[in-house]
């Protein structure tokens, strides 16, 4: 059954949606104990079967690393997917309006675009990339926002938000906090996952694309309250995630040894970079970073950029972004690679 208060932010038509349903959602396919003749697939080959649908043994693995229960989890194609679904699930086009605060990842606005949702989009401060809280609640006071999109540790910017802001905006927002934590693995600011207890409307959004290194797996993982969860299996792709990236994440996330030694490695050469990008006179400000990644303010950005280019770098030009002239946005790479970006740019600077 769903809450009267999660009721009431559904999108209508969704509420009385009887979702698709394979005959594979009733009987996951163990090993050969059923003879499946169900799905149309073909008997033979290593790929004929359609995968899990609801990807039971990887939100096993992430219940228990995370410590909350698989009916808490929604596993997206990349966490991409996840919003596009949340925003599908509760927003009504042409009539709701989100929340974003800019500069940030730049899907959220995407993808309320897309639906024809109206975006009310309240800058971050301007020298420390914070939550203009005031602002934030003058606007859900006024608009009533369906979702308010946070992303802590923030990109482009690094910075991670202030946690008391965003408890303010839990509490204070009648609508959903989906709270993106992209780069969370990258920094000691505590999860919100340990808040969903509390705020039954908060959806916070992981990804394996970042941290734990599976880009190409497209894995995103939601956590939220079980009937949010419920909401968001009727709008999903049936098969979002196939049999190959479910396994894919499952080993990764078992090899945790190989995880933490990366992530530690990330933070290790951004404290470096960080120094040695400081150095360089054509470097007007580094900002701090929680994430793999950092920005940089430099005299001219375009230039640089072109440069980087010329010597085989490629790195983000941020500068079209709000309050973001003239940066660019690093990703920590290996050590050698790092090093090879800081004798480039010594070599750029002594041209
Ligand atoms: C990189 C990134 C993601 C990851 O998206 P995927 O679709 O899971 O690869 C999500 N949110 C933010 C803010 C990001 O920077």
């Not at 675009?113 to 990339?129: A, C, M, R």
């Not at 190409?216 to 949010?228: K, L, M, Y």
């Not at 994440?249 to 990330?266: F, H």
Request: aromatic residues 8%; hydrophobic residues 40%; neutral net charge.
């Amino acid at each position: 059954m769903i809450s009267k208060e999660i009721q009431s932010l559904v999108r209508p038509n969704i509420i009385d949606l009887k979702p698709y349903k394979s005959a594979r959602h009733e009987f996951v396919r163990t090993k050969n104990s059923m003879l499946f003749l169900d799905a149309n697939e073909n008997p033979y080959g290593k790929f004929n079967r359609y995968p899990d649908p609801l990807q039971t043994r990887l939100k096993n693995i992430i219940a228990h690393i995370e410590n909350v229960s698989p009916e808490q989890i929604f596993i997206g194609n990349g966490s991409g997917e996840i919003i596009q679904l949340i925003c599908t699930a509760f927003c009504i086009p042409r009539q709701d309006s989100v929340l974003t605060m800019p500069p940030t990842f730049s899907l959220f606005q995407i993808i309320a675009q897309t639906h024809e949702i109206q975006n009310i989009s309240v800058p971050l401060t301007k020298e420390f990339f914070q939550l203009d809280t005031t602002s934030i609640l003058n606007q859900i006071a006024d608009k009533n926002p369906k979702i308010i999109f946070i992303t802590s540790p923030n990109n482009p910017t690094g910075n991670s938000f202030n946690i008391v802001d965003i408890k303010q905006i839990l509490n204070y927002s009648k609508g959903l906090v989906v709270i993106d934590e992209a780069y969370i693995d990258f920094t000691e600011q505590p999860s919100f996952k340990h808040f969903l207890e509390d705020f039954s409307r908060l959806i916070v959004v992981r990804t394996l694309s970042k941290g734990k290194g599976l880009a190409s797996a497209r894995i995103g993982i939601g956590f939220a309250n079980p009937e949010i969860i419920t909401i968001l299996n009727k709008v999903k792709p049936p098969f979002n995630v196939s049999t190959s990236n479910q396994e894919t994440a499952i080993s990764r996330l078992k090899n945790t040894d190989e995880i933490n030694y990366e992530v530690t490695e990330i933070i290790k050469q951004r404290q470096w970079l960080m120094q040695e990008l400081s150095n360089f006179d054509f470097v007007v400000k580094t900002y701090p970073s929680d994430a793999n990644f950092i920005l940089i303010k430099v005299i001219d950005s375009n230039k640089l950029y072109r440069k980087l280019i010329s010597n085989g770098i490629v790195v983000r030009n941020i500068s079209g972004y709000l309050h973001c002239e003239n940066t660019l946005r690093i990703t920590i790479g290996l050590k050698k690679e790092n090093e090879f970006l800081i004798e480039s740019l010594k070599a750029i600077e002594n041209q």
